[in-house]
């Protein structure tokens, strides 16, 4: 099976901070403000499910949340989670297998793009946009290529995730493809941030068509 992030589920949020410290959360928990009252909310790949401690937080109410991951490990991780404020449906599946009968208003794709080759990332984009609410919100975070001087180290840590990722969960991607292009003509951006000397990028997108 690609992508089974199975073995690694609990170390992931471990390994991250090891290897990140904060900033792969700090820059999804930046974007939960834009999150409101009543809102109907697609996390997609959120591993742990670490998430749900920072949205309960927010004291937000009547939320309801569609928690979908590949991973059963991960699922299982993430119904542990004390959730407040929220009604959450869990699907242990591949997004891509999905059918969801309502749009969103929010989707948040943390660090799953970066799992995906070139077909998966057209299907997957398309089906989330037709399943996101016209000005509605997509929490865009992923790693990011810059072409400044730090690029260097970043390609070297990049080719080492994927290396290790590869052996350890199947990861079928082996190179980060430029997804930010899908957005050009359906999206505005309202947030966009750096984190880890722009090696991760985290948008806010709104959708305006
Ligand atoms: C790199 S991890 C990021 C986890 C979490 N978002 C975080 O930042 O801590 C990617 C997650 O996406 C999940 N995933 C990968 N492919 C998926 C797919 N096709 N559908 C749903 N989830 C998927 C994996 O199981 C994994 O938990």
Not at 89 to 106: G, H, K, L, P, T
């Amino acid at each position: 099976v690609k992508n089974n992030y199975d073995k690694i589920a609990k170390s992931y949020d471990f390994l991250s901070k090891l290897v990140f410290g904060n900033s792969q959360k700090q820059a999804q928990i930046n974007q939960l403000k834009y999150i409101k009252d009543f809102d109907r909310i697609l996390i997609v790949g959120g591993g742990t499910g670490w998430i749900f401690d920072e949205i309960s937080a927010l004291n937000i109410k009547h939320l309801d949340i569609t928690y979908v991951e590949i991973s059963k490990e991960m699922i299982l991780l993430s119904k542990k989670r004390n959730i407040i404020g929220a009604k959450v449906i869990f699907i242990n599946d591949a997004v891509e297998n999905c059918n969801f009968d309502q749009s969103f208003d929010i989707i948040l794709t943390p660090f799953l793009f970066d799992n995906f080759l070139q077909d998966k990332v057209k299907v997957v984009f398309k089906l989330l946009n037709s399943n996101l609410k016209l000005n509605g919100k997509w929490f865009f975070v992923d790693f990011n290529l810059s072409s400044n001087l730090n690029s260097y180290w970043q390609k070297i840590l990049l080719q080492l995730m994927y290396l290790f990722f590869a052996k350890i969960a199947s990861v079928e991607a082996d190179k980060l493809l430029d997804v930010k292009t899908y957005f050009k003509s359906d999206f505005l951006i309202i947030e966009e941030r750096f984190y880890y000397g722009n090696f991760i990028v985290a948008n806010v997108y709104e959708k305006i068509v």
